[in-house]
T-cell receptor
Framework: GEDVEQSLFLSVREGDSSVINCTYT??????LYWYKQEPGAGLQLLTY?????DMKQDQRLTVLLNKKDKHLSLRIADTQTGDSAIYFC??????????FGTGTRLKVLA | DTAVSQTPKYLVTQMGNDKSIKCEQN?????MYWYKQDSKKFLKIMFS???????INETVPNRFSPKSPDKAHLNLHINSLELGDSAVYFC????????????FGDGTRLSIL
């Protein structure tokens, strides 16, 4: 099927690291993305990784890709209350199609 | 300047009515999309247009008709609105090549009474 799976909820304490996981469907997907959605807003691109990479780091964000297992993760270091949001992974299939995950609701406790 | 803008932001209407949502992007992108996000926040692609041509139509009822007058605009017209149409509709755009991610509008919250 086309379901990209994520855990629905994650709760962490401020200052801890958050790890959000995603299992995607198509090993031929070229790019994988992480988006953040705050309440009442659209999706904001956080970072992306090309499928021939294992890891990408961008400030507090680290993306890990296990292509064999079709597993993608997003680690947020030193999580802040402003990081509370819904996080979506997405895979790009072909030129025009993007499949989004089910979304993980991150709650950061002060 | 807003990159992808949708209007209206909120739309409350009665079952059976016809309504339109407009979307414009000023990024010079070739491809535009409509997504539906339901109450559980699941995001599903509805349509994709590339240079005004329909590329993707994901088994959306015929009551939904997208129109792209030029590559910077993709409007969504919905006929005979039903209760199940209540959702947030997002417009997005992207450039075709390589890693280019999608840029999203802020969404149109459609409520059917």
């Amino acid at each position: 099927g086309e379901d990209v799976e994520q855990s629905l909820f994650l709760s962490v304490r401020e200052g801890d690291s958050s790890v959000i996981n995603c299992t995607y469907t198509d090993s031929s997907s070229t790019y994988l993305y992480w988006y953040k959605q705050e309440p009442g807003a659209g999706l904001q691109l956080l970072t992306y990784i090309f499928s021939n990479m294992d890891m990408k780091q961008d400030q507090r964000l680290t993306v890990l890709l296990n292509k064999k297992d079709k597993h993608l993760s997003l680690r947020i270091a030193d999580t802040q209350t402003g990081d509370s949001a819904i996080y979506f992974c997405a895979e790009k299939k072909g030129t025009y199609k993007y499949i989004f995950g089910t979304g993980t609701r991150l709650k950061v406790l002060a | 300047d807003t990159a992808v803008s949708q209007t209206p932001k909120y739309l409350v209407t009665q079952m059976g009515n016809d309504k339109s949502i407009k979307c414009e992007q000023n990024l010079g992108h070739d491809t535009m999309y409509w997504y539906k996000q339901d109450s559980k926040k699941f995001l599903k692609i509805m349509f994709s247009y590339n240079n005004k041509e329909l590329i993707i139509n994901e088994t959306v009822p015929n009551r939904f008709s997208p129109k792209s007058p030029d590559k910077a605009h993709l409007n969504l017209h919905i006929n005979s609105l039903e209760l199940g149409d209540s959702a947030v509709y997002f417009c997005a755009s992207s450039q075709d090549q390589g890693s280019q991610p999608q840029h999203f509008g802020d969404g149109t919250r459609l409520s059917i009474l």
